[in-house]
């Protein structure tokens, strides 16, 4: 039951770590004084590169006491998991490199064309942070549901 705990606060970490950075230092940088669109850039990438560490992180942080604990989660509580892994896993090799690619041709003063690329990662931002909350709070009533 301690592993199931600390997989409950991890996740919850972690959707913090998604709500605070994409939810809003994502487009909150911008609007601070002195910062151009090249050096929002390049703090984005920055940070955003941080956060997708942090996400790894936590998701093998969840799976590993998964995995060792020998209280097993309903398919759904494991659907809710894998689904915000596979989209981290998405973001990871495909969203987030894309993005940093346009990212580095602005910096370079390269004029592109609109794309569809963030709103795809806001999209999926989205799904993922659901999925997360939404295993979080299954996963503590499943837990308080097996203590009685």
């Not at 894309?98 to 999926?124: C, F």
């Not at 799904?127 to 299954?138: A, S």
Request: proline share 1%; hydrophobic share 55%; charged share 15%.
């Amino acid at each position: 039951m301690k592993k199931q705990k600390y997989s409950i606060a991890i996740t919850f970490i972690w959707v913090g770590f998604i709500g605070a950075i994409s939810f809003m230092e994502a487009w909150l940088k911008f609007r601070a004084p002195g910062i151009d669109t090249a050096l929002g850039l390049g703090i984005g990438q920055l940070v955003f590169s941080a956060l997708n560490k942090v996400e790894i992180t936590s998701a093998i942080v969840i799976l590993v006491l998964s995995v060792a604990s020998k209280e097993k989660n309903s398919l759904r509580l494991q659907g809710l998991f894998y689904t915000a892994v596979a989209i981290l896993v998405l973001q990871s090799v495909w969203l987030l490199p894309a993005l940093d690619e346009r990212a580095n041709l602005i910096r370079e003063g390269v004029v592109l064309g609109k794309s569809k690329l963030h709103l795809w990662y806001v999209l999926v931002e989205i799904i993922k942070i659901t999925c997360l909350i939404l295993f979080g709070f299954r996963s503590f009533k499943h837990l308080n549901t097996n203590k009685q």
